[in-house]
């Protein structure tokens, strides 16, 4: 191996099961949900809960939900992912560009385990814009663990202009092929207040970035609401909750109604089932449109700036 070998650069997601099957659906669970970083409640305590009640209950219900937007290539997420991933290889032909699960396949260990083999540079790019020690410390916490050649990780990038400019576009192309709503709503993953409290940047990054984004719009402050989905668990999370401004919205009279997910760099369960699906029919009841706005996915706005992201951190 010489120093001429080129970098690796290695996009990593948060994971998905290998079918929408309960069996496969538990396996994923079970690793997700075993990390200390999503869940930290003690090990003696949580495990005899998780697979003595949790997986048996949700295996089943979560793989119908993985069922409904299974594509022939995978799920969603996989699908995307690697297609992302080939269109940043194509905008960086001088590196070598390959995807990454925190959780079940392509696991991260794995693939840094065989580009250590062969390259002396490795960028790991966690596709979480926005820092969260539930999601992007996880990633870290793999890149730690395995030995071998430095590698460099990308913390966040909620505000690259490149990025924010992407997201802001894609929302633009919607409104020119369908008209424009009534509101713009940004509903980003949340996690428990807790965490925020004790320090995480998450919450601070997804207003940041949800600003940025309205800004770029040229949206005022009554024309968009940032809102927090996917909670799980009883206790509290980071506030407003999607449902909840969905519902305040409809009572307030808004018939049609724009979202956009900008913590989620690809579709997947939480967009294409949560808000496209379910959260668009609980609209719809109280006599709303709701309009998903698709991620970047592999978008050339999108595969462009996470290259130049890259760039400047191989530079």
Request: proline share 6%; net charge neutral.
């Amino acid at each position: 191996m010489t120093t001429s070998n080129p970098p690796a650069v290695v996009l990593v997601n948060l994971g998905t099961p290998d079918a929408p099957t309960a069996r496969a659906v538990r396996r994923y669970l079970s690793e997700f949900l075993h990390d200390h970083r999503v869940v930290q409640l003690t090990r003696w305590l949580w495990c005899p809960l998780l697979h003595g009640v949790i997986l048996p209950l949700r295996g089943g219900r979560v793989a119908r939900k993985y069922a409904a937007i299974w594509m022939d290539g995978g799920s969603p997420l996989a699908v995307h992912t690697r297609a992302l991933a080939a269109a940043v290889q194509q905008r960086m032909p001088q590196a070598t560009v390959v995807h990454a699960m925190r959780y079940g396949s392509p696991s991260l260990a794995s693939t840094l385990a065989t580009l250590r083999r062969s390259h002396e540079r490795i960028v790991v790019l966690p596709l979480y814009p926005q820092y969260s020690g539930t999601t992007t410390a996880s990633v870290g916490d793999i890149v730690e663990r395995s030995p071998g050649t430095p590698v460099r990780m990308l913390g966040d990038y909620h505000l690259d202009p490149a990025w924010v400019a992407a997201i802001a576009d894609s929302v633009r192309a919607h409104w020119a092929r369908h008209g424009r709503g009534e509101h713009l709503l940004l509903s980003l993953h949340g996690i428990p207040q807790r965490l925020v409290a004790a320090g995480d940047p998450y919450a601070v990054q997804c207003e940041a970035s949800a600003r940025a984004i309205a800004d770029a719009l040229g949206l005022g402050a009554g024309e968009w609401t940032l809102a927090y989905q996917s909670r799980f668990g009883s206790e509290r999370w980071l506030q407003p909750a999607t449902v909840d401004v969905i519902d305040a919205l409809a009572g307030s009279g808004v018939r049609t109604l724009d979202v956009v997910c900008p913590g989620f760099a690809v579709d997947c369960l939480e967009t294409l089932e949560e808000i496209s699906m379910m959260l668009a029919e609980h609209f719809e009841q109280s006599g709303g449109h709701l309009r998903y706005i698709p991620c970047l996915n592999d978008s050339p706005a999108h595969a462009d700036a996470l290259a130049a992201l890259i760039e400047r951190e191989l530079q």
